[in-house]
C-alpha cells in the first residue's frame, strides 16, 4: 500500500497555475542557489522548486546531483560529505551551496511555496521534519523514487505527494495513491503540450488527481500551457509562467527601462527576454553607432562601466564591439553576454509580439530606420532622443514615426505636441498631471517616466492612469498594481 491521499487544501485548487520557479530562476543564476531563489522570488514565483539531499552530518542541502565536483575535477559523493566539506567544495568551484533551511526562511519571509523534489531517500523524513517545524502550509513533496513516496505515505505527512513521470512511463500506472502527476515531459517532442491532452487531464480529474508540467521556457509552448487546468507549471524562467495582464479599467502600457535593468544586466538580451516574457509591452532601450555607423545597444558613452572593454562606443567597431562582455559586471552568471546590435533587441520583440522604445543615444538616423523597416517594425516602435537635431532628422525621414516628447522641454502641452508631431507626451511624477487628461482629449498619449521604486509614487501613478509608463522597477510597480486592482 502507498498509504491514502491526503485530503485537498484551499491553496491546491488556483485559478492559474502556480509559477514554479525550476531550481529558483535557473535561466539567470546558479541553480539551487540562494541568488537563483531570491531572483525567483522578485521574478513572481509562487513556489521554489528546491533539489534536496542530506550531507554526511545530516544536514538537508540544495543540490541536484548526487555528486559534487570540485576544482580539480574530481568527484565526491555528496552523502559522504559533511556540510563543512560540501561548503567548500562549492565554494571552489564557484557554486555556493545552500541548505535546505535558508531557502525556507526564504520562503516564510515572502509566501512562497516549496516544492520539494526529493533526491536521497535519506533526505525525506529530515525535509518533511524541517518543512513542520518552519511551519509551511504551502509544500509538495516530489520524488522520482516512489519508495520516497510511499513511505512518506505511512506517516502522517499532511503535504501532497507529487510523482515525478519519465517520457517513457504511463502516468495512470501505479499512480493512483499519489496526489500529483508530475510530468516531466519536455524533450519528448517539440510540441509537448500536445501530449496533455483533454482525455489524460479528465481522468486525472476523475481520480482526484492535480497535475503538475515540466520547466518550460519556450514562450509559443507556455502561452498554450497556461490555458490548461493545471495545478502548476515548472520554469527556469518563471516570470514567464504568469505574465503581466493589465486590468480593463486601466489598460496601462508598461516600459521596462533598459529591459528588466534591476534584476538582470541592463540593453542585453536576458534582460529584454526577460521584460518580454513577463507581460510587459514595451523594452525601453538605448542605441549608439559604431565607428562603422551599426546600431548597438548601449547606454553609456564609455564602455567602463557595463562591458570589460575601455574607450568610447564611437570609435569602436562592431567587430570589436561584439567581442565585448556586457553581463560579467552585473554578475558572474551573465559572463559571456554581447552588446546587442539593433537586429537582436528587433528579433524579441518579434518572438514576444512586444514593442520598442527605441532612445537614439546618437546618429545617424538612416541605419536605425532601415534595421527597423527591413524587420517591419515601424509600427512596433516609438522614438526619442536628448538631440533635437536627430529627432528632426527621423522625422524628415519617417512621417509616421511615432515620436515621443518630454513636456518639461516645452513651455506648454500644445507646444510638445505640436513640435514634430509627437504621438506620446512623456511626464515625470512631479509634474502637472491635468495635462494627462489633456492628452486624451488631443488625441496624443500620455506617459509618466518614474526610475525609483516607492510605492507611494506607483500608487500616485496609478491614480492619474497616463497611457504608458516607464519604469525601472516594472516588477515592483506590478505587485502594487496588482494589489490595487484585487
Known amino acids: 500500500m502507498t498509504g491514502s491521499r491526503k485530503t485537498v487544501r484551499p491553496w491546491m485548487s488556483p485559478d492559474r497555475p502556480y509559477s514554479i520557479a525550476h531550481r529558483g530562476a535557473s535561466d539567470y543564476a546558479p541553480d539551487n542557489t540562494l541568488a537563483s531563489f531570491e531572483l525567483a522570488h522578485a521574478l513572481g514565483a509562487d513556489f521554489f522548486e528546491v533539489d534536496l539531499r542530506l550531507s554526511r552530518d545530516g544536514i538537508v542541502v540544495v543540490w541536484h546531483d548526487p555528486e559534487i565536483i570540485d576544482d580539480d575535477g574530481g568527484k ?79 506517516t502522517d505527512c499532511p503535504y501532497p505527494r507529487a510523482t515525478l513521470i519519465r517520457a517513457d512511463a504511463d502516468p495512470f500506472e501505479g499512480t493512483e495513491n499519489f496526489d500529483i502527476l508530475h510530468l516531466c515531459w519536455e524533450n519528448m517532442t517539440s510540441r509537448p503540450d500536445c501530449l496533455v491532452t483533454p482525455d489524460l487531464i479528465a481522468k486525472a480529474q476523475s481520480q482526484g488527481q492535480q497535475i503538475v508540467l515540466w520547466h518550460e521556457e519556450r514562450p509559443d509552448i507556455m502561452a498554450r500551457l497556461r490555458a490548461l487546468p493545471v495545478l502548476g507549471i515548472c520554469s527556469n524562467k518563471p516570470e514567464l509562467v504568469n505574465p503581466f495582464r493589465p486590468n480593463a479599467d486601466w489598460p496601462v502600457k508598461i516600459v521596462c527601462h533598459r529591459g528588466a535593468e534591476r534584476l538582470l544586466p541592463e540593453n542585453t538580451t536576458a534582460s529584454m527576454h526577460c521584460a518580454f516574457a513577463a507581460g ?98 515601424l509600427d512596433r516602435c516609438f522614438f526619442w532622443s536628448f538631440d533635437r537635431q536627430i529627432l528632426g532628422n527621423l522625422r524628415q525621414l519617417c512621417k ?29 511624477p512631479d509634474e502637472d498631471m491635468d495635462d494627462i487628461a489633456q492628452c486624451q482629449k488631443h488625441g496624443v498619449a500620455s506617459m509618466i517616466a518614474y526610475m525609483g521604486t516607492d510605492i507611494a509614487t506607483f500608487e500616485k501613478i496609478i491614480l492619474h492612469r497616463p497611457d504608458y509608463v516607464n519604469l525601472s522597477d516594472a516588477f515592483g510597480f506590478r505587485r502594487c498594481y496588482e494589489r490595487f486592482f484585487a
Open 280 to 377: 510587459f509591452s514595451h523594452v525601453e532601450c538605448d542605441i549608439r553607432s559604431s565607428s562603422d555607423e551599426m546600431p548597438i545597444i548601449m547606454h553609456d558613452a564609455d564602455l567602463a562601466r557595463t562591458t570589460n572593454g575601455q574607450g568610447m562606443v564611437a570609435t569602436k567597431s562592431l567587430a570589436d564591439l561584439r567581442k565585448l562582455d556586457a553581463g560579467k559586471w552585473f554578475a558572474r552568471a551573465f559572463a559571456g553576454l554581447a552588446i546587442p546590435q539593433i537586429d537582436d533587441v528587433l528579433d524579441i520583440a518579434r518572438i514576444y509580439d512586444g514593442h520598442l522604445y527605441l532612445e537614439l543615444k546618437t546618429g545617424p538616423v538612416e541605419p536605425i530606420l532601415k534595421a527597423v523597416d527591413i524587420a517591419d517594425c
Open 76 to 154: 565526491r559523493q555528496i552523502a559522504n560529505m559533511t556540510f563543512d566539506e560540501i561548503t567548500l567544495a562549492s565554494k571552489d568551484a564557484g557554486y555556493p551551496i545552500a541548505r535546505f533551511s535558508d531557502v525556507l526562511a526564504l520562503a516564510q519571509r515572502n509566501d512562497i511555496g516549496i516544492y520539494a523534489d526529493i533526491k536521497a531517500y535519506d533526505a525525506a523524513h529530515p525535509v518533511l521534519e524541517q518543512l513542520r517545524a518552519a511551519h509551511i502550509e504551502k509544500a509538495i513533496l516530489g520524488a522520482f523514487d516512489r519508495d520516497i513516496l510511499i513511505d512518506l505515505g505511512k
Open 400 to 428: 509616421t514615426a511615432k515620436i515621443m516628447t518630454r513636456r518639461q522641454d516645452y513651455s506648454s502641452l500644445d507646444e510638445a505636441i505640436a513640435d514634430l508631431g509627437a504621438a506620446i507626451i512623456e511626464f515625470t
